[in-house]
């Protein structure tokens, strides 16, 4: 290896290139599971949502999936309303509620006009979300329940329609109708892929009644007391909802496939958000082991190359004594040698660049974290030894089994 120091170094480099993106790719898989987490509690840890969904006879995450391709697709659910609100918010273990529907609406002031969302909810909103008004008020269940045309805007959109000016006590419109400024948001950024400061809050009941002329809500997010009570809190709402939807309960608690809602805890969310990320890893390290596999065939060419190279070495070795055993083992040896040391290599070269990426990724606005799992390490050190077991084994085994007066005639 040292008379070949090229050589070497190639080979070392194929297996540095598929060990350092292993740990690059458990460390992304890392950060990007710490990103979604933490902004999934952007909206609180004490809460249970409650959405429509199309029911299906599918069972699993099949079942979600073609319910969000139904409702992509423009299929409404319109049997949650308010009412379901209301009286879930008679069990003990909720605090209070908001329901959410949303539209897509151009938004005027003056000669500006800017498009957004304009999503219609109640007074508990504010007290639930994370949401802060920067400056006027949120709007009262009072002026909820009487369809006052009153509105909260997002940051951006106060700045597109107002610029450095006051938008309090002025009037934008959208969909025909005037709604009175009251408040502006304070700037939050996007989360989840939504980014709130283009978002403008209105009276549910206004947006209802006034803008889009429905009764139903899209979904309900139900703060809670005791958190310890959160899956027997969301049984609880599964059996309002359907009493309230005239839904049979079914025989056995799992089958939720006549259900038009979905009641998810925060505890699942998360660990749907875990079982997202380990698929998305598992698929990573599937491409990369072909890098692995890539750099384990050069290892095979460079240890064929060795043992044409020495065939008169391994005769002499035979001659004075070594076995079969012997010769295995030092070309095994070897070709483990040169895999371990592009690993550890490997590992050093993950590890900085991970951090590297951490480093923009915060500096691009990002809430991610610079961490690596400790099963990372293992799995590179791992994957360094079996390559070189895997792919010196055949070239050590002819080497072995190289006669030993033929070996010496190539001297």
Same mark, same amino acid.
């Given at each position: ?9 190639l ?23 710490? @990103? ?20 299906s ?44 529907i ?9 000669n500006? =006009? ?25 709007f009262?269940?009072?002026e ?29 419109? &959208?969909?025909?109708?005037?709604? +009175? ?25 206004? @947006? ?19 958190l ?9 709402? +599964? ?21 038009? &809602? ?35 065939v ?9 043992? =044409? ?6 005769? @002499? +070795? ?10 295995l ?5 070897e ?50 030894a ?22 010496? +005639?190539k001297?």
């Open positions: 290896m040292l008379a070949n120091k090229v050589r070497t170094m080979t070392v480099l194929g297996m540095v290139i598929g060990i350092s993106s292993v740990i690059i790719v458990f460390s992304a898989g890392e950060g990007i599971n710490g @990103l979604v987490v933490n902004q999934i509690k952007t909206f609180g840890t004490d809460i249970v949502i409650a959405e429509v969904r199309i029911p006879n599918k069972t699993g995450h099949s079942k979600d999936m073609e319910s969000g391709v139904s409702m992509a697709q423009g299929i409404q659910v319109t049997t949650m309303n308010l009412e379901d609100m209301e009286d879930i918010d008679k069990l003990a273990n909720v605090n209070q509620s908001y329901a959410n949303m539209t897509q609406e151009k938004v005027s002031f003056g500006e =006009s800017k498009k957004a969302y304009i999503v219609g909810t109640n007074e508990a909103f504010i007290h639930i979300d994370k949401s802060e008004v920067e400056q006027g008020r949120f009262t269940d009072a909820d329940r009487a369809l006052e045309p009153v509105a909260i805007l997002g940051s951006e959109i106060k700045e597109s329609l107002f610029g450095d000016s006051d938008a309090i006590g002025k009037s934008v419109k &959208f969909n025909k109708a005037k709604f +009175r400024v009251i408040g502006v948001m304070e700037k939050k950024g996007a989360v989840m892929g939504m980014n709130f400061d283009e978002y403008v809050y209105v009276p549910i009941r206004t @947006l209802q009644k006034k803008v889009m002329g429905v009764d139903y809500v899209t979904y309900m997010v139900h703060q809670i007391k005791d310890s009570r959160a899956e027997e809190t969301a049984e609880e709402i +599964r059996t309002i909802l359907r009493e309230n939807h005239d839904i049979n309960k079914p025989n056995d608690p799992g089958d939720v496939s006549k259900d038009d &809602f979905r009641v998810t805890t925060m505890d699942e969310m998360m660990s749907m958000m875990d079982t997202v990320t380990g698929a998305l890893t598992l698929l990573l390290l599937a491409i990369v082991a072909i890098s692995l596999i890539v750099g384990g050069g290892i095979m060419n460079i240890m064929y190359v060795a043992v =044409s190279e020495r065939t008169a070495e391994i005769g @002499l +070795r035979k001659a004075v004594g070594a076995n079969t055993h012997d010769i083992w030092q070309f095994l040896i070709a483990i040698f040169i895999t371990l040391v592009g690993g550890f290599i490997g590992i050093i070269l993950g590890v900085l660049i991970s951090y590297l990426i951490s480093i923009g990724a915060t500096a691009s606005g990002f809430d991610w974290e610079f961490a690596i799992p400790m099963k990372a390490y293992f799995v590179a050190i791992g994957f360094s079996f390559f070189g077991l895997a792919f010196g084994l055949y070239p050590a085994k002819k080497a072995a089994q190289l006669d030993p007066i033929e070996a010496l +005639r001297e």
